[in-house]
C-alpha cells in the first residue's frame, strides 16, 4: 500500500540511503505518530530509529506510484559471498514447481560462501521428484547464486500460529556448533 497520512516513507540501503524505485531494499518511516524509544532499552532504540527514521527491519520495493510492496525480513536474509538474498524470493522459485506444496529456504554454514542456501520443501502426496531437478527448476527463474544448494524433504513447514514459516526452527539444527548464527 502507501504511506498513510502524516508518513514518509522510503525504501533504503544499509546506509539509510533511498534506493530507486523498483529496488529492494529496507523500510523506513518518519512521523509524528511513530515510537519515540523502547522503554529503557537505549541501545535497542539507538539501533531501530537512526536519524528520525524507525527501521522496520521490513524489506520491500516501491514501485513509481508509491506503492509499498513488502517482500521479506532482514533478520531472514541470507548472506552468500556478499550477495543478499532474500528467502521470499527462493520460496517463490521453489513453489512455481507443480509437485511442490509448501517450500521454505535458509542460510547454512558453508565455509566457501559463508552461507549457502538450503531448501525445505513439501511434495505432492505421491511425488518422487529429486533434488537435482527441483534445484535445476529454480535456475529458470532466479540468478543462480540465489538457487538451493541443497533440498531437504520434509513433510510438514514449522509454522507459528499465525501461519508464518519458523525459519529458525529449520536453520537451528545446521547453527548448533557454531558460535554465531552466521558465517
Excluded at 14 to 31: I, M, Y
Excluded at 60 to 88: L, T
Excluded at 118 to 131: A, D, Q, T
Excluded at 169 to 182: G, M
Amino acid at each position: 500500500g502507501k504511506a498513510f497520512f502524516h508518513t514518509e516513507v522510503k525504501i533504503a540501503d544499509d546506509d539509510g540511503v533511498e534506493v530507486p524505485r523498483g529496488t529492494a531494499g529496507e523500510v523506513l518511516v518518519k512521523g509524528e505518530h511513530i515510537m519515540v524509544e523502547y522503554w529503557n532499552r537505549p541501545e535497542a532504540t539507538a539501533e531501530t530509529i537512526k536519524d528520525g527514521w524507525l527501521h522496520t527491519g521490513d524489506v520491500a520495493i516501491m514501485d513509481d506510484e508509491g506503492f509499498v510492496s513488502i517482500q521479506d525480513r532482514i533478520k531472514d536474509m541470507i548472506i552468500s559471498g556478499g550477495e543478499n538474498i532474500y528467502p521470499a524470493e527462493v520460496e517463490n522459485a521453489l513453489m512455481h514447481h507443480p509437485d511442490i506444496v509448501d517450500a521454505a529456504a535458509v542460510g547454512v554454514p558453508d565455509h566457501k560462501w559463508g552461507e549457502t542456501i538450503k531448501g525445505f520443501v513439501v511434495l505432492k502426496k505421491g511425488s518422487n521428484v529429486g533434488e537435482s531437478e527441483i534445484i535445476a527448476a529454480t535456475k529458470n527463474l532466479i540468478a543462480s547464486y540465489k538457487c538451493p544448494s541443497s533440498i531437504n524433504f520434509i513433510t510438514e513447514m514449522p509454522r507459528n500460529p499465525s501461519g508464518k514459516i519458523l525459519r529458525r526452527e529449520l536453520r537451528a539444527p545446521f547453527w548448533t556448533d557454531k558460535n554465531r548464527n552466521v558465517s
